[in-house]
């Protein structure tokens, strides 16, 4: 029998876009897996699309938990029926221009809801970790072409600054307790959804990031994209970036997983999620036609405060020590996002 079959994994935000994708593959591998999420920014019929999609047996290894990190009991409850084996941790407020406007909201959330989780984590001696962090860790990159793990790290907003302050409390945590096992994942741009077109990205509100908004404008939600920059020093004037299916994103998950299970001398280490290949907004959206069919209407607009010319990852590092590289290209991650979208044109909303 299959080791992992005995591991049980708790996944905090397992409601959301990447927990979700995430999810699916834990519970495929054979793991058994906990879901605590507050359904602040994803809704139940995710989780239940997620069932669906496993089947009833592996369904039974599931169980959600409505909970909310800032609430110790919360957490404590989770730990006091049952032993996991790690954490994958998701759970957090993710808006750039959000986290400028309300700053505290985001400490809270992110800062405090993740102490809670690392002293409960303590208090039971589960001391192994996977946590999202995210290429926002390398603020503007000043060396090209590609992010590498030991770049000095900025951030650039409050958003960035959780995301950065945490990696520090995770490698402190270690070096005062050298027996946790701590993998920070920098995800790059996470995009396209699973093939089934059951679950992907819903986000509540006007969307910020580049994908969900292209899908919104495919289906008429939005009138039209708003392309931020023309004049930067790339081959079409757009900005570059690492997008990365989420379904390798899922996978780098169990990889690192696997390396906590299996590599007592990981310590608290960071990784890069990305493919490694950079794509301009134009390309993007060009691909995005070409998988769906639909012409997205563009207006040309002037750069957005903060963001950078070209963000891509180097991938050396986790493919020579997880064993991990993404398969997807960006006509998958399009055919896969509209795939989502076209049935789904309202997300997890039933209503037109
Ligand atoms: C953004 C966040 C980053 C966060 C990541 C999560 C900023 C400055 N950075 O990264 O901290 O970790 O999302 O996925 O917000 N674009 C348009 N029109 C749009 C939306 C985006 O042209 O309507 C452009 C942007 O200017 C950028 C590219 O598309 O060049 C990608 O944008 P986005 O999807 O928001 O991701 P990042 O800015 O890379």
Redesign the pocket.
Known sequence: MDSSMEQNILVTGGAGFIGTHTVVKLLKEGFKVSIIDNLDNSVLEAVDRVRELVGPNLSKKLEFNLGDLRNKEDIEKLFSKQRFDAVIHFAAL?G??ESVGIPRRYYDNNLVGTINLYETMSKYNCKMMVFSS???VYGEPKKIPACVEDFQLKA??P??RTKLFLEEIARDIHRAEPEWRIVLLR?F??VGAHESGRIGEDPKGI?????P?IQQVAVGRQPE?????HDYPTKDG??V?DYIHVMDLADGHIAALRKLFTDPKIGCTAYNLGTGRGTS?LE?VAAFEKASGKKIPMKV?P??P???TV?YASTEKAEKELGWKAKYGVDEMCRDQWNWTNNNPWGYQKKL
């Open positions: 993710k750039v221009g995210s290429a926002t650039l907003n958003y960035g995800y741009n996470p969307p910020n990031n580049l994908m908004y994209l708003n392309v931020y920059g757009s900005a970036r907004v993007m607009c750069r957005r903060g963001d950078s963000v």
